[in-house]
Nanobody
Framework: HVQLVESGGGLVQVGGSLRLSCAASGDVFELNIMGWYRQAPGKQRELVATITDGSYLRYTDSVKGRFTISRDNAMNTVYLQMSSLKPEDTDVYYC?????????WGQGTQVTVSS
């Protein structure tokens, strides 16, 4: 079993930046894919960005050029650097780890972009 603890959410003005962190613990033998998703009330959870253990990156179109995902394998941590934030980026952001055919989720962290 893998436990995920997220940090770094908060309130930021339009055009500002935030950095989300997610630390994995427990059975961290193979963290195949680490990533971030987001979800607004009443909507489906959507992919924001993922990074594989081979450092293959994937971003949803709306964040390309503004968000950067990275991982520190020694620390079992995945980061999401968010810049040029827009009001439509306001959501609860969830860390996700796919390990040994199981997907694990963090508790979510609120990101609010105010205009």
């Amino acid at each position: 079993h893998v436990q995920l603890v997220e940090s770094g959410g908060g309130l930021v003005q339009v055009g500002g930046s935030l950095r989300l962190s997610c630390a994995a613990s427990g059975d961290v033998f193979e963290l195949n894919i680490m990533g971030w998703y987001r979800q607004a009330p009443g909507k489906q959870r959507e992919l924001v960005a993922t990074i594989t253990d081979g450092s293959y990156l994937r971003y949803t179109d709306s964040v390309k050029g503004r968000f950067t995902i990275s991982r520190d394998n020694a620390m079992n941590t995945v980061y999401l650097q968010m810049s040029s934030l827009k009001p439509e980026d306001t959501d609860v952001y969830y860390c996700s780890v796919y390990s040994l055919s199981t997907t694990y989720w963090g508790q979510g962290t609120q990101v609010t972009v105010s205009s």
